[in-house]
């Protein structure tokens, strides 16, 4: 189980416009919503310090499990909303998800190749990817922040990675249809041969010259026309 992270924020009382001035103060807007058990949260304004939050959510991920400790009062959550400046990248607002550690959830938790495919350096090869994101079903401290795959499993063209094939822990469900494809191999000959192929017709436009079956449509049209 990943180790838990706090967050140490503050209620929020300043809303609508006013919340720039509390921008300019160093403090970071956020909100924290979602039901705890049986029971739906009324969503809580708080605010926390913008470089201290910075900082921590920037090694997050929409899986890590964190804990708040609004003014002694601590609510387990997952990120679920970061909203940035446009031109400065900066936090301007985050949403939190309260979670009930007693009952498990539904989430997208993102895929990681980890090494490199020895089909990439024996045979020339490129691998290609398929889904980035594995949908899974867990209690909340068990959520992993990432699901990391070998890709040295890939030794040969013939070799691929399905859903199908991922060995996680028994705690964690895997809803994704599991002959989704996560990595294959895949010559690079065929991409190449396709680049060849679209500089030889246009070498062909840059000398003015129209190929066959450019050529040939436009007799058919001239035949239709007659």
């Known amino acids: ?20 001035a509390l921008r300019r103060q160093g403090s970071l807007p956020a909100v924290i919503y979602g039901r705890i058990g049986k029971e739906q949260l009324e969503p809580i304004a708080i605010q926390l310090d ?15 499990l964190v804990t708040i400790n609004v003014d002694g009062e601590k609510y387990p959550a997952i990120l679920r909303e970061i909203q940035r400046d446009i031109i400065y990248g900066t936090l301007r607002h985050v ?4 979670v009930s550690l007693t009952e498990k959830l539904q989430t997208t938790v993102s895929i990681e190749l980890i090494g490199q495919a020895p089909a990439e350096i024996t045979m020339a090869a490129v691998v290609v990817t398929g889904i980035s994101e594995l949908e899974i079903e867990c209690l909340p401290q068990d959520l992993p922040e990432r699901i990391e795959v070998d890709a040295t499993l890939l030794v040969d063209i013939d070799s691929a990675i399905y ?5 996680l822990p028994d705690n964690i469900e895997i809803l994704t249809d599991p002959e ?13 041969e396709e680049e060849e192929e679209e500089a030889e017709l246009a070498d062909l436009l840059d000398e003015g010259i129209e190929p066959e079956v450019i050529e040939k449509g436009k007799k058919e049209e001239e035949t239709d026309s007659e």
């Open 1 to 20: 189980m990943p180790d838990t992270i706090t967050l140490e924020a503050q209620k929020r009382t300043v809303i609508g416009k006013q919340v720039r």
């Open 180 to 192: 989704e494809l996560i990595a294959s191999v895949t010559y690079v000959a065929m991409e190449e």
């Open 50 to 64: 913008l470089h201290y939050a910075t900082q921590i959510i920037r090694n997050l991920t929409g899986s890590s």
């Open 163 to 167: 859903v199908k094939d991922l060995d």
């Open 95 to 98: 949403d939190f998800l309260a």
